[in-house]
């Protein structure tokens, strides 16, 4: 199982990113996908989550209104727009797979800052 992120970057207060997780390794369409994320000194938190089909999304209510997650099976990868950024969404974004066991991609670095 693999995954690879990318899509992190500097972003000024209020602007957008979006950021892919890039998988292989295991059948992609029959696994829910996640996105955490993990700041300075903080502990890792869930941000988002999709189910294998893509029918259904749930969200943090600190991201909620504003990211979005999205699938697309055909290109084995998952996406999680982000709208609105504030600079309290800079962390490192990882997407997670739970195939038997937990895998994760290395991060991709979000920064939003003027």
């Known amino acids: 199982v693999q995954l690879v992120e990318s899509g992190g970057g500097l972003v000024q207060p209020g602007g957008s990113l979006r950021l892919s997780c890039a998988t292989s390794g295991f059948t992609f369409s029959s696994y829910a996908m996640r996105w955490y994320r993990q700041a300075p000194g903080k502990e890792r938190e869930w941000v988002a989550g999709?189910?294998?089909?893509?029918?259904?999304?749930d969200y943090a209510a600190s991201v909620k209104g504003r990211f979005t997650i999205s699938r697309d099976n055909a290109k084995n990868t998952v996406y999680l727009q982000m709208d609105s950024l504030e600079p309290e969404d800079t962390a490192v974004y990882y997407c997670n797979a739970r195939v038997i066991s937990d895998y994760w991609g290395p991060g991709t670095q979000v920064t939003v800052s003027s």
């Open positions: 999709i189910s294998s089909t893509g029918g259904r999304a």
